[in-house]
């Protein structure tokens, strides 16, 4: 459960950008059915179907046979937009109720979970949204749909589940309070919205949130939590007649109410001059980010302003980047087009070092947009670059069915879900000439917020259209041909295996090929290659064995990283290659017409990187911002800290923890020089592991992968690390983090546990019912359900791992956030359950139900071919194959609850756990001698 900042909306990355496709209105466009009685037929765009219930309830199908999965999405039109005075942060309060029950679904997070399904809700500024995805299962859809009909009506919004989640929605806030950018770019919104309640943020103010009444929140509810202002959303592997009937058999029995929906009509008024904002607090690096007022969603201009934005910030073609960040006047730059249905803000921002000059990063932003824009209109080219991003982030959305679901939430906040595919349309016809009048139009100082106030004899002022109604922006408006759907794939274990060719290239090189009918014939690779032992590490510089990695795509010797970029944008690949230590990895997603092409740009980019000094100096600075930005954050800290207190390794050996400051210190004395000698003398792609799962041809496919990697090996032969348990005493520490809202509090101790020990399987169980399950969990239940102390709380367990050798370097970790004041209690509360959890084990119903979850959790994970991928490389690594799955699953269904209670006891020990916490707990314990409201 969240809320969205309006940072996040308005700075996103415009290649994230959602797509599909609309029919004309009513027309079935050979996709829909004949809906049931008392249901209407809308219209249909590219595979989706549109209907309408009696009652007003919106409900779109997807139907996609190749995804084994569901995902059921219901979008409500109320988010903080809605909230009268004094109501601020009841839409994201009263989404955290809606997960408190109802008179028919008392437990919604353990039901969830036991189900399998993976749920979650979000707030924004126009809506409020609750989803849940599973693998396909009538029975499963049927419970989840009849759930949101439920609590769409009948949750209690109580009293006391409003006193008990007060806690954590307020360190929601301190969360979010401990980032000073975020901070400011509320700030920023609110300055540029004085009227709207865009200027509003989705959280909320603190004391409207603490203070509401019960009956004003369960007033909201009555009024916003209906059908007609819900569009239900149901996508994957479903049969449309039979999920509409299902449909109508949850909702149908519903009642609209007889009053309208409450008509909002403030409008802002036209900005008449700059403002300014400013925000003081802690922290280690220096942001300005400058907002400019753009119309509502469907307006047309919107389309030409985000290929404006996408030529501006992308990285790293984008002028920003080549403005700011290439001649090191920031660590990073960038913006965005954050459109909403009554009016949009466009987002410019630059980041610099505590000790950057923040003055000329701005002057330079605002030169940039408004004086060269004049000068040096956007080009054709940059127009073509950044259209074929946006074109290929609609693509792959496209391409992913469940993605879809989630992606049309924002066009139905805007007021059709259409809209999506219209937006998507428009971007595709803007031309240059429609990119610099938009530029022209909207980057004036007048219409900006930083904000300076500037009297002047002549003000120039934009008027800002208003935005024609969805019925209008769509008339006419029928979309494309639906994207072709791959096969019906069963993503067993068994049947992954069967379907698996499994070989050997040269002397090392171990290939699992996976060929199948993909949707959009796409293609995932995962491959890790591995080469060095620790002398050969030994010889270099320490940053030099990991800095190496993030320099690989920023050029090569015939290739600039912008020209590698682009390539990538041309063969519609996404591609991530990283390297540490030992390990180069790459992730790599592409169709099959283009992964031969993109497969030599990969082993160009491993094979001849070029190490470009302006690119080093570039990495150098946006890292030591980086870490000079965890200097003073709490989370940082603790877990620093506790990874030196659990490091077993000597100071000279390359997987020795760094402090922050040694970090930096390696930083500033690296040379291009010591990367390249690294890779001359160290890298190699003849042994590691490939793993491609999707649409392409094994044949060729093999072919390639002997020719581009099998033949380059390492000067200085792979030898894995050992990893083996080690004892540690346990040891408790707090460290002072000032005016920091928000505490971390993280606690470890070892395991000698490895993969294949007959024990853990029942660890993996007992994990998820400590705090593994997140809400539904014994951590999640007292910390945050019963006792309201914290938003966020879990635990994890790790296990060893090596091919041939029994690695037994396993863990235990527990993790919390908590207002400062509040740690004891947190740590307290911590320490009681898992002492609980020692004495009295789990129960039966426990074990069933977490089970389910987990074997539910592994078959949605295979259903996505990247995951798939990364197993069959992970599973070439350990030699072993899906049968391995298979057993280790079938382990987890016959554990008995004696097994797991064993397997806690002899494993886990509350004496060893080592306490660390960071936070400003100084002002908490002054504030709490004095009685000052902070000590709430």
């Not at 239940?781 to 994890?796: A, E, I």
Request: aromatic residues 6%.
């Amino acid at each position: 459960m969240s809320s969205l900042s309006p940072v996040r909306r308005y700075v996103r990355p415009l290649a994230l950008a959602c797509a599909l496709a609309l029919a004309a209105p009513l027309a079935l466009a050979g996709d829909g059915i004949a809906p049931p009685k008392g249901v209407a037929a809308g219209p249909c765009v590219e595979g989706i179907c549109e209907y309408t219930l009696g009652n007003g309830l919106r409900v779109l199908l997807f139907p996609d046979a190749s995804k084994p999965t569901v995902t059921v999405n219901i979008a409500y039109g109320v988010g903080s937009v809605h909230e009268n005075y004094g109501e601020t942060g009841m839409a994201h309060l009263l989404e955290h109720l809606l997960f408190k029950g109802t008179p028919t679904h008392g437990d919604i997070p353990g039901a969830l979970k036991a189900r399998g399904i993976q749920s979650n809700a979000t707030t924004s500024l126009d809506r409020t949204n609750y989803y849940g995805s599973f693998p396909a299962n009538d029975e499963t859809l049927d419970w989840l749909l009849a759930l949101e009909a439920d609590r769409m009506l009948n949750s209690f919004v109580a009293k006391k589940d409003l006193d008990s989640e007060m806690t954590v929605v307020r360190n929601e806030m301190e969360r979010n309070e401990n980032n000073p950018s975020g901070i400011m770019f509320q700030r920023l919104r609110s300055t540029a919205y004085l009227w709207h309640n865009y200027g509003n943020s989705t959280i909320g103010a603190r004391s409207d949130v603490e203070n509401v009444p019960i009956e004003r929140l369960q007033g909201f509810y009555r009024t916003w939590y209906r059908p007609d202002n819900a569009t239900l959303i149901v996508a994957g592997r479903i049969d449309p007649a039979k999920t509409l009937a299902r449909v109508q058999a949850r909702f149908g029995t519903l009642k609209r109410p007889a009053n309208a929906l409450p008509r909002l009509y403030t409008v802002e008024p036209t900005q008449d001059g700059e403002r300014e904002v400013m925000v003081r607090r802690s922290g280690d690096t220096r942001v300005v980010g400058i907002g400019y007022r753009t119309p509502g969603y469907t307006h047309p201009d919107n389309a030409a302003l985000d290929v404006l934005m996408d030529a501006l910030g992308d990285a790293p073609g984008g002028r920003l980047h080549k403005a700011l960040v290439e001649t090191k006047l920031a660590a990073y730059a960038g913006g965005g087009n954050g459109d909403l249905r009554d009016g949009g803000l466009l987002s410019l921002v630059a980041v610099t070092p505590k000790d950057g000059d923040l003055a000329r990063a701005e002057a330079e932003l605002l030169r940039q947009v408004e004086s060269r824009l004049a000068a040096e209109p956007i080009t054709a080219d940059e127009v073509a670059k950044a259209k074929q991003r946006i074109a290929n982030g609609y693509e792959n959305t496209l391409n992913n069915v469940n993605a879809i679901a989630m992606s049309l939430t924002e066009s139905v906040a805007a007021g059709d879900w259409r809209l999506f595919f219209l937006r998507r349309d428009q971007v595709a016809n803007v031309s240059v000439d429609d990119v610099n009048r938009v530029a022209r139009t909207y980057f004036k100082p007048s219409n900006r917020t930083i904000g300076r106030f500037i009297p002047t004899e002549a003000p120039e002022r934009v008027d800002i259209a208003a935005a024609p109604a969805p019925v209008e922006a769509l008339k006419g408006y029928v979309g494309k041909a639906a994207v072709a759907a791959g096969e019906t794939f069963d993503p067993s274990p068994a049947n992954i295996d069967a379907r698996t060719t499994t070989f050997t290239l040269g002397d090392g090189l171990k290939v699992s090929l996976l060929p199948k009918d993909t949707r959009g014939d796409t293609v995932s690779v995962s491959a890790w290659f591995r080469f060095g032992d620790v002398d050969a590490q030994r010889r270099f510089p320490r940053a030099a064995t990991y800095a190496i990695g993030e320099m690989l795509m920023r050029g090569t010797q015939t290739q600039t990283r912008e020209q590698i970029a682009q390539r990538l944008e041309t063969l519609k690949t996404t591609a991530n290659v990283l390297g540490f230590g030992e390990l180069a990895v790459v992730s790599l997603q592409s169709r099959r017409e283009h992964l031969p092409d993109a497969l030599s740009l990969i082993a160009d980019v491993l094979r001849s990187p070029s190490f470009p000094e302006s690119e080093f100096e570039q990495f150098r600075l946006q890292t030591i911002t980086g870490l000079e930005n965890r200097r003073k954050e709490p989370s940082s800290i603790a877990n620093l800290a506790l990874a030196m207190h659990f490091d077993p390794w000597p100071a000279d050996h390359p997987y020795r923890v760094r402090s922050i400051e040694e970090q930096l210190a390696d930083l500033r004395a690296l040379k291009r020089e010591d990367m390249a000698a690294y890779h001359r003398e160290v890298y190699g792609t003849a042994r590691g592991e490939i793993a491609i799962v999707g649409d392409f041809d094994p044949a060729t496919m093999r072919a390639q992968l002997d020719s581009l990697f099998a033949g380059w090996r390492s000067p200085a032969p792979y030898e894995r690390v050992p990893m083996s348990y080690s004892e540690v005493p346990a040891r408790t520490a707090r460290f002072e983090t000032p005016d920091k809202a928000n505490a971390t509090l993280i606690a470890r101790s070892n395991l000698a546990l490895n993969e294949n020990d007959p024990d853990y399987p029942a660890l993996l169980v007992a994990n998820d019912i400590l705090g593994g399950g997140a809400m539904s969990s014994r951590l999640g239940d007292r910390l945050r359900q019963k006792d309201g102390l914290s938003y966020s709380v879990s635990s994890s367990v790790s296990a060893g791992s090596a091919p041939g050798r029994r690695d037994d370097n396993g863990s235990l970790v527990l993790q919390a956030i908590a207002a400062p004041q509040n740690i004891d209690k947190a740590e307290a509360a911590m320490r009681e359950e898992l002492a609980r959890f020692v004495r009295d084990g789990v129960t039966e119903q426990e074990l069933k139900k977490t089970v389910t979850d987990l074997l539910t959790q592994r078959q949605q994970r295979r259903a996505s071919d990247g995951s798939v991928a990364g197993t069959l490389a992970r599973n070439a690594y350990m030699d072993r194959t899906m049968a391995w799955t298979a057993q280790f699953e079938a382990k987890l269904q016959a554990l008995t609850v004696d097994e797991v209670n064993a397997a806690i006891r002899k494993h886990i020990r509350p004496e060893a756990l080592s306490v660390f916490a960071a936070g400003d707990f100084a002002k908490a314990k002054a504030a709490s001698a004095t009685g000052a409201p902070a000590a709430k």
